[in-house]
């Protein structure tokens, strides 16, 4: 597996190109910041008439186009746009416009990889996807680090695209970390799989799941809040410090050997065969098939689960427990003010 560094990267590349940065969320005021504060002087923020992300994109200085319009202006176009509006976005108003032989970015590989989006063949088509959340990405350049990241290359039009991409990510501030390299499908596949089998499906389930548990039982919901959902940086804090192995010099020996002794009983091999199915649900393009029909049709059942898992007490009971702890809301990752 290669893995290029600032070091392989010429940031001038990146400097002296139109950069247009498509959406304005998590990603999108990441990305244009970061870039702006690498030097790259020329940087449009395009969002659609009367988005509500316009304000905050101009708070920042930061010149707002529509996307046709950026589209026509721009020599690297990154989509930064929810997966499910990208197809749309190229259809409508990038294919049309785009200039020959400028570069078309993603930060993940689904519309490529599932054929959703078929790229000019024109175009370079390259990806920078952060191993990370938006609000990290911004919050460790600031700090002088980066988030790692991946690069993939689809098309190589102009025979360039590498050497854009690679200044792309270093301006990003992934460069200071490292940028992998990878291809739209493995990308595309893994992250999918680890956002839902893992880190946010697994994750949330197994934490709802254990509260409910000590909270059927009898217990103080505050009880269950902090061993359940609070403890849960702690431990994280330590795995991501060391590993999984410096998690377990910390913690009691008591913990230590119940986690050996539960663990694998809980995660057992009916949980790794359900994992199973989950990733061929996913290479086989089911999951994605249905998430844009999902959408196709106004996302009912997703809001509807959204607005569900909102109103779960899990959240209420966090909520009271951590006005006891105010150090937790300084320095906010997310302030949904500006990001
Ligand atoms: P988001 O929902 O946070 O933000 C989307 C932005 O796009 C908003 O500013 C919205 O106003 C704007 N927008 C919506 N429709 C638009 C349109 N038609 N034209 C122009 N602008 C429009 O999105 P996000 O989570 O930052 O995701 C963007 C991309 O980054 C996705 O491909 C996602 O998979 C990828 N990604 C996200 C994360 C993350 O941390 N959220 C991590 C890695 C990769
Ligand atoms: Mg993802
Ligand atoms: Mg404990």
């Given at each position: 597996m290669r893995v290029y560094y600032d070091r392989d990267a010429d940031v001038r590349l990146i400097q002296s190109k139109k950069v247009a940065v498509v959406g304005y969320g998590s990603q999108g005021h990441a990305h244009a910041l970061n870039l702006r504060d690498s030097g790259v002087k020329d940087i449009r923020v395009a969002l659609r008439q009367?988005?509500?992300s316009a304000d905050k994109a101009k708070a920042e200085k930061l010149k707002v186009l529509t996307p046709a319009e950026a589209a026509k202006w721009a020599d690297v176009v990154m989509v930064l746009v929810p997966d499910e509006l990208q197809s749309q976005l190229y259809g409508g108003h990038l294919h049309g416009n785009m200039k020959k032989g400028a570069a078309l970015a993603f930060a993940h590989g689904l519309n490529i990889h599932f054929r959703l989006i078929e790229p000019r063949p024109d175009l370079d088509v390259f990806m920078i996807a952060p191993k990370g959340p938006g609000h990290t990405v911004r919050s460790e350049y600031l700090r002088g680090a980066g988030v790692p990241s991946l690069v993939a290359i689809e098309q190589d039009a102009t025979g360039n695209a590498l050497e854009v991409a690679l200044a792309y990510a270093s301006a990003l501030g992934a460069g200071r970390a490292g940028v992998i390299e990878t291809t739209f499908r493995e990308e595309c596949e893994t992250d999918l799989f680890g956002e839902q089998a893992v880190l946010c499906g697994g994750l949330t389930s197994l934490i709802e799941a254990g509260y409910e548990t000590l909270i059927e039982a009898g217990y103080a919901p505050e009880m269950a809040y902090f061993e359940c959902v609070h403890e849960v940086k702690l431990i994280v804090d330590l795995i991501y410090e060391g590993g999984i192995a410096n998690m377990r010099y910390s913690i009691s020996n008591t913990a230590e050997y119940g986690d050996y002794c539960s663990g694998p009983r809980l995660i057992d091999a009916s949980v790794r065969s359900r994992m199973k199915e989950i990733l061929d649900d996913i290479q086989s393009g089911r999951f994605t098939s249905q998430w844009m029909s999902e959408c196709g049709a106004g996302q009912p059942s997703f809001k509807a689960m959204r607005r569900r898992a909102a109103g779960h007490e899990i959240e209420r009971m966090g909520e009271k427990l951590r006005a006891m702890m105010?150090?937790?809301?300084?320095?906010?990752?997310?302030?949904k003010s500006k990001n």
């Open positions: 009367g988005s509500a105010p150090w937790i809301g300084k320095d906010k990752l997310v302030d």
